[in-house]
């Protein structure tokens, strides 16, 4: 005995409910993904107003040294100011 195949409608059913359940996990991931991007933007903006605080200070290294290329931390550049105000 053969078994019976589902009718196509029935398949067409199911693949248009797989499909919105797919299209809905994307939406979710899209909308995390911003989320994460949005925090990290915010994060990146807070530590570029640091860095121009610390550039208004005297004495201080730049952010990027100029010969090595190299980035000085926000913490290094403050500790050195507050190294700087204990001697």
């Known amino acids: 005995m053969a078994t019976k195949k589902p009718?196509?409608?029935?398949?067409?059913?199911?693949?248009?409910a797989r499909i919105e359940v797919l299209e809905k996990e994307v939406r979710s991931k899209e909308s995390s993904?911003?989320?994460?991007?949005?925090?990290?933007?915010?994060?990146?903006?807070?530590?570029?107003?640091?860095?121009a605080f610390l550039d208004t200070l005297p004495g201080l290294p730049p952010e990027t040294d100029r010969e090595t290329y190299k980035k000085h931390s926000a913490m290094t550049r403050l500790a050195a100011w507050l190294a700087m105000k204990v001697n």
Do not use: F, I, M, P
């Open 7 to 16: 009718a196509v409608s029935t398949l067409l059913k199911a693949a248009n």
């Open 33 to 51: 993904y911003k989320y994460a991007q949005d925090g990290r933007t915010a994060a990146e903006n807070e530590l570029a107003q640091v860095h």
